[in-house]
């Protein structure tokens, strides 16, 4: 964090809490001929999201002053998708997203005042087809 903001206690060289140091992704893609007329695609994808700095949250069961830190780590997803070019911007395509079915906290934070603690996570591994415009590469 590059600024002073006192109304939120942030101070020049803070560490925005719930935002990752790193994050990457990495997408590699095939592109075929499948005959004269149709085209088809290959793709994975690898995304990485760092541990996060911890949010300090009030679990009603903490025995810790100021309640505990709450940590997220780090986490990694594979997602994988295949598909056949029907026209120029129609294809079918199958997918499956978190193949290794990672289980990730994306976010937490305590519920309207009542100090319970609530998390997002990443999806479960899912799989599935689709018909539509092609999505750009």
Do not use: H
């Not at 140091?21 to 088809?40: C, P, V, Y």
């Not at 780590?73 to 998708?81: D, M, P, T, V």
């Not at 295949?82 to 499956?96: C, F, P």
């Amino acid at each position: 964090f590059r600024d002073t903001i006192p109304q939120l206690n942030l101070r020049d060289g803070d560490a925005i809490p719930l935002t990752p140091k790193r994050t990457a992704l990495i997408g590699l893609q095939w592109d075929f001929a499948l005959g004269a007329l149709r085209n088809g695609y290959a793709r994975a994808e690898w995304l990485y999201v760092g541990a996060k700095e911890p949010l300090r949250l009030d679990f009603p069961a903490s025995q810790y002053p100021g309640g505990t830190p709450f940590r997220i780590g780090a986490y990694e997803q594979l997602n994988l998708r295949a598909g056949i070019a029907l026209t120029g911007s129609l294809d079918l395509a199958l997918y499956a997203d978190n193949v290794t079915d990672e289980f990730g906290v994306t976010s937490a934070n305590t519920t309207g005042g009542l100090g319970f603690p609530f998390v997002t996570t990443t999806r479960p591994r899912s799989s599935s087809r689709r018909a539509g415009n092609t999505p750009a590469a």
